[in-house]
């Protein structure tokens, strides 16, 4: 079995910082993508970073570009979401996202249970 958990959510003021952090478990060979996505409430889920751990190309949204940073640590299958100059219209639930190829070679689309991210004065 393997399972994604999120973590590093929590309620900041405008202007400061999060890091949230995507930790991998159970039978995996490799994590060739991963992406972080957020809902706000009343809205849809979108895309708000994505990495390509093969290549090393890394994609953001629009209005985060400059602001948040994803990585990933191979070594600890764990993938982070540096989130810098946050401000209210960042806050969401956010969720982790892996392509992970398993023991049997088998490629899955896991999910995080997410973690909530609260930007307010």
């Known amino acids: 079995q393997v399972q994604l958990v999120e973590s590093g959510g929590g309620s900041v003021q405008p202007g400061e910082s999060l890091r949230l952090s995507c930790a991998a478990s159970?039978?995996?060979?490799?994590?060739?993508?991963m992406g972080w996505y957020r809902q706000a409430p009343g809205k849809q889920r979108e895309l708000v970073a994505s990495i390509t751990i093969t290549s090393g190309v890394t994609n953001y949204a629009d209005d985060v570009k400059g602001r948040f940073t994803i990585s990933k640590d191979n070594a600890k299958n764990t993938g982070y979401l540096q989130m810098n100059s946050l401000k209210p219209e960042d806050t969401a639930v956010y969720s982790c996202?892996?392509?992970?190829?398993?023991?049997?070679?088998?490629?899955?689309?896991?999910w995080g249970q997410g973690t909530l991210v609260t930007v307010s004065s």
């Open positions: 159970g039978s995996i060979v490799s994590i060739p993508a």
């Open positions: 996202q892996a392509r992970i190829m398993t023991a049997t070679r088998r490629f899955l689309e896991v």
